[in-house]
């Protein structure tokens, strides 16, 4: 679909925004966007390759490289604006605990981590896809391009926060730790997109094993991934097997048309195929006192040990008091306890006997279902 002018903006992500392919230039596509409304973004922009001639094999036949006006800028400072630009829509549009993923061939992936760095992106991995079976070089004057560079990145600065599903990656590598350097073949045979006439649809289509591994490490069920170079749609057709929610945004009519026949064509995965790894979650941090703050325990309220038979008051600033010793729950259970610490969490029992932790529990969990960001 077309982004009609003057969209409101809660069209593109209200449940019959998303799983769509909107037409148009990415960065006024992204601004019709709400800010903090994705979870993932992948991008494969313009190579910038600057060719300035036709690539031929020894036998003198075209090789089918990339001639297209999507990937001629005048300049790099021409390439640059562009990617500043989209790059400032992308980070606006994220979650704050949301990621980057950018591929690029040596041409631009450096210049793209500049402008990440810049756009105020944390690098956390860069990732080369090695290629098994690249295309040569056919004149024999530099070495084979057989790779290409994957920066992830978080939009935050905190370190913390972004999705990693690190024990389902572990699972894709028998048990092993995932590396930062990943061996996949490139898109060929039925996998590849073609025209009616059966010339290659897209140049640099990526392999659905690539944007498999990105959206199994990156993201959970329901999320909702961004691709603002979205091509023939191969992040469609992933998201769509795997129960992930995605807008793409394509310029090229030709390109539009191919990826939407492709999404319709592709059934999502039964539930029991998609992943079945649990990932630990990082549990968010609930002071004491806001068990009071929503209304789980009041001042005045007596807590016990597990026996019922050593008491404390909760106290107006988060504290406990017991005869003549007052102090934060975990202060006043190791001294109950004659030790040097304590977890209060675990000690301390409402006097019905329901452990707090259980209420830090239920809070947390309501914090969640209600989209508090923590």
């Known amino acids: 679909m077309t982004l009609p002018a003057g969209i409101h903006v809660k069209h593109v992500i209200a449940p019959e925004g998303i799983n769509r392919i909107y037409r148009g230039d990415c960065i006024e596509v992204m601004k019709s966007i709400p800010s903090g409304s994705v979870d993932l973004i992948f991008a494969d922009p313009p190579y910038n390759l600057q060719l300035s001639h036709k690539l031929r094999r020894p036998d003198q036949t075209e090789v089918a490289g990339v001639h297209h006006d999507w990937d001629q800028f005048d300049d790099f400072d021409a390439y640059d604006l562009f990617t500043?630009?989209?790059?400032?829509?992308?980070?606006?549009?994220?979650?704050?605990?949301?990621?980057?993923?950018?591929?690029?061939?040596?041409?631009?992936?450096?210049?793209?981590?500049?402008?990440?760095?810049?756009?105020?992106?944390?690098?956390?991995?860069?990732?080369?896809?090695?290629?098994?079976?690249?295309?040569?070089?056919?004149?024999?004057?530099?070495?084979?391009?057989?790779?290409?560079?994957?920066?992830?990145?978080?939009?935050?600065?905190?370190?913390s926060g972004y999705r990693f599903n690190y024990r389902t990656l572990k699972s894709l590598n028998d048990g092993l730790q995932m590396r930062s350097d990943w061996v996949m073949p490139i898109c060929s045979g039925d996998e590849r997109c073609k025209f009616a006439d059966g010339t290659t649809a897209h140049p640099t289509q990526k392999p659905l094993a690539l944007l498999r591994r990105i959206m199994m490490m990156s993201t959970e069920e329901n999320d909702l991934v961004?691709?603002?170079?979205?091509?023939?749609?191969?992040?469609?057709?992933?998201?769509?097997?795997?129960?992930?929610?995605?807008?793409?945004?394509?310029?090229?009519?030709?390109?539009?048309?191919?990826?939407?026949?492709?999404?319709?064509k592709t059934d999502p995965l039964p539930k029991d195929l998609r992943n079945n790894v649990p990932e630990f979650e990082r549990n968010v941090r609930i002071p004491f006192s806001w068990l009071i703050d929503h209304g789980l325990l009041s001042i005045g309220d007596k807590l016990c040990d597990k026996t019922g038979k050593k008491l404390a008051i909760i106290c107006a600033d988060g504290t406990l008091k017991a005869d003549n010793s007052a102090g934060s729950i975990h202060q006043l259970a190791a001294k109950m306890q004659n030790l040097d610490a304590a977890n209060g969490w675990i000690y301390w029992y409402c006097k019905n006997g329901t452990p707090i932790d259980n209420l830090r529990r239920e809070l947390r969990e309501s914090l969640k279902n209600q989209g508090i960001k923590l």
């Open 226 to 264: 961004l691709d603002p170079f979205f091509g023939t749609g191969t992040t469609g057709v992933v998201c769509k097997q795997l129960g992930r929610h995605f807008i793409g945004i394509e310029a090229d009519d030709d390109y539009v048309e191919l990826a939407r026949a492709r999404i319709a």
């Open 84 to 159: 500043h630009q989209w790059l400032s829509e992308a980070r606006r549009v994220l979650k704050d605990n949301g990621a980057i993923w950018v591929i690029g061939s040596y041409h631009n992936i450096y210049r793209l981590g500049a402008l990440l760095q810049d756009a105020g992106f944390w690098i956390l991995n860069d990732v080369v896809w090695r290629k098994t079976n690249p295309m040569p070089n056919f004149r024999g004057t530099r070495l084979a391009n057989a790779h290409e560079t994957l920066i992830w990145a978080a939009k935050q600065t905190t370190r």
